[in-house]
């Protein structure tokens, strides 16, 4: 195992990327021995714990632009931002967090649509995001991209709990699907930027299969976020979507995405490894659901299987209201919000029974 393991290391430092064949992995020995090592290390960390993360409205994304994007990515095209609150002014975001904070939230995801640089324009919301962390507690996880040192100190300034920054390691899927005139080093620095800012967490995210669903530049993702020592790292996996260029991809093997995910794992083994909310339906997903459940520490929206599994094994089940990029430390707010919403959930449905009992006829015979 150490012998294998010593391969591995060495692989990673000279840029080697993970084959795509289903029988070995390129840096020399047997997919088995590279899943078995990660689970040894994922077990080896502790009681097992599956955290199930239903975002809800609880912790609703929110859009400073809209519908509107500057870019044209061959993977989104717009289409998520339409599922998203609309609030492009300060005004309305300010409004938005109030009404989710009176109705007993967790909080929300601050994103949108980019700007041919790269980045959501948060610029002009920043006194608005700093008035929510003063008089809410609703937690903010702010979505970035390519943000200036200025604006990454101002996050940082304004308490923003959570800065959720994608990673991409291959400067052609830079260009040809996100359609921007940078490289990969700009993300790499940009992460950088992000923790020598001083933003409370910043959780990187990589985007599996991100170029057509073929692997490129993944693995030097992983060794750019490495050297962050990030708490949190999300793995989302390519959605072959309706509408954009990609929509007739085919999206990575679910055995090809948790080699990835194995990789991370001996990688950064403090790290909290979730496997995010964008990741294809069906078979697929419930393949790379049970896949997942012995290397990662969370999913989003998981399979009513891969739950029954993890309770099979004794996995102690945490279900969170919440983005899945909140920190640990957060939890026991999000658990204490449920509980109460919970609890106002009970007591309303009780008084609809009660009331609907005093008209029913039967009382009446």
Request: hydrophobic fraction near 40%; glycine fraction near 6%; charged fraction near 30%.
């Amino acid at each position: 195992m150490k012998k294998n393991l010593a391969k591995l290391e060495e692989a990673l430092r000279k840029h080697l990327s993970i084959s795509e064949d289903e029988k070995t992995a390129e840096w020399g020995y047997h997919e088995d021995a590279l899943l078995e090592a990660a689970r040894k290390i994922t077990e080896e960390r502790g009681p097992r714990v599956l955290r199930a993360y239903y975002p809800s409205n609880l912790f609703p994304p929110i859009s400073v632009t809209g519908a509107r994007c500057e870019l044209n990515c061959a993977h989104c095209n717009r289409h998520y931002l339409r599922h998203m609150i609309s609030a492009e002014t300060p005004e309305k975001l300010y409004e938005v967090c109030v009404s989710l904070y009176e109705r007993g939230a967790v909080g929300c995801l601050i994103s949108g649509g980019n700007t041919r640089e790269g980045h959501v324009p948060l610029e002009p919301f920043m006194d608005v995001i700093r008035r929510v962390k003063k008089e809410t507690d609703l937690i903010l996880n702010v979505h970035t991209g390519l943000i200036s040192r200025e604006l990454a100190r101002q996050l940082a300034e304004a308490g923003v709990d959570v800065a959720s920054i994608d990673v991409v390691g291959d400067t052609d899927t830079v260009r040809s699907i996100y359609g921007l005139n940078r490289n990969a080093d700009d993300y790499f620095e940009a992460l950088r930027i992000h923790v020598e800012a001083g933003i409370r967490h910043v959780v990187p995210h990589i985007c599996i299969g991100l170029n057509y669903g073929k692997l490129k530049g993944e693995i030097r993702a992983l060794e750019a976020v490495r050297k962050m020592k990030p708490e949190t790292l999300v793995f989302i996996v390519l959605i072959p979507t309706k509408g954009t260029r990609m929509e007739s991809a085919t999206p990575p093997d679910p055995l090809t995405v948790v080699k990835l995910i194995a990789t991370a794992r001996l990688m950064m083994r403090d790290t909290m490894i979730i496997l995010g909310c964008m990741r294809p339906t069906g078979k697929i997903r419930e393949k790379l659901d049970m896949l997942a459940l012995d290397l990662v520490d969370g999913i989003v929206l998981p399979t009513k299987k891969v739950i029954k599994e993890a309770e099979k094994k004794g996995f102690h089940v945490k279900k969170l209201s919440a983005c899945c990029a909140i920190p640990r430390e957060y939890e026991p707010i999000v658990e204490t919000k449920q509980k109460a919403q919970k609890q106002i959930y009970e007591h309303q449905a009780s008084k609809k029974s009660l009331k609907s009992e005093e008209h029913s006829p039967l009382l009446h015979d």
